[in-house]
């Protein structure tokens, strides 16, 4: 958590988040998430990963991307969402400001509000 912020966590919002996982065997799930997103195409994970965007490219759904412009972890990747969602076209995607890869953590009024716009707006 602390990598993914601007603002610094405080050991209470450290602990709340970790707060679910009383120790390393409850731990096993989240630790396994990152290693599901690929960073290589003969990754194990590529294969689903591009079955899954064949679905989502062909979704109309409405999608908005919501970014930190301080995003380590993402960067960039919101063009990738945009270009291939059907439901991003003509959406009003942001890139927050003062804000890292957690948004909740750094800008949590600016995301709602971004949230909030969209759900009114479709």
Not at 32 to 54: C, I, K, M, Y
Request: charged share 20%.
């Amino acid at each position: 958590m602390r990598g993914g912020t601007v603002s610094k966590l405080s050991d209470a919002e450290v602990a709340a988040y970790n707060a679910p996982f009383p120790d390393a065997r409850y731990q096993a799930g989240a630790r396994q998430f990152p290693l599901l997103v690929p960073d290589d195409p003969d990754d194990p994970a590529s294969g689903p990963n591009r079955a899954a965007w064949e679905i989502l490219s062909t979704l109309p759904i409405p999608a908005l991307t919501v970014f930190g412009a301080e995003d380590k972890i993402m960067a960039g990747g919101e063009r990738i969402f945009q270009k291939c969602l059907p439901g991003a076209k003509g959406q009003r995607h942001r890139i927050l400001q003062n804000a890292g890869h957690f948004l909740q953590e750094d800008v949590p009024v600016d995301l709602a509000q971004a949230t909030l716009e969209f759900i009114a707006a479709t």
